[in-house]
């Protein structure tokens, strides 16, 4: 049994930030988590599902043009959490982000998002 479970979104100002964590549950994860890697997605009403961030089992750093220098994804394997901070917000963020842990060719798994809202 594997649970993802997003937090952290909600109404923000343009220019203001936030960060979104996903907690990852399962007795897959319990043995080692850092054999997985980890993503946030975000979907905009109208539009298709996109990359924002990505962290690898092996620690390299991915992350969408539209967001490089604003966001910031990181892990906590002891917590099996994988966070997003999200600064420097514009309206163009608003979307639902989506968590995802997996392993390449293998298996994986997401979350059903948290809603973010940029707006004054």
């Known amino acids: 049994q594997v649970q993802l479970v997003e937090s952290g979104g909600g109404l923000v100002q343009p220019g203001g930030s936030l960060r979104l964590s996903c907690a990852a549950s399962?007795?897959?994860?319990?043995?080692?988590?850092?054999?997985?890697?980890m993503g946030w997605y975000r979907q905009a009403p109208g539009k298709q599902r996109e990359l924002v961030a990505t962290?690898?089992?092996?620690?390299?750093?991915n992350y969408a043009d539209s967001v490089k220098g604003r966001f910031t994804i990181s892990r906590d394997n002891a917590k099996t959490t994988v966070y997003l901070q999200m600064n420097s917000l514009k309206p163009e963020d608003s979307a639902v982000y989506y968590c995802?842990?997996?392993?390449?060719?293998?298996?994986?798994?997401w979350g059903q998002g948290t809603q973010v809202t940029v707006s004054s």
């Open positions: 962290v690898t089992d092996r620690g390299s750093l």
């Open positions: 399962g007795s897959i994860f319990r043995s080692d988590f850092s054999i997985w890697s």
């Open positions: 995802n842990v997996f392993r390449l060719g293998t298996a994986d798994y």
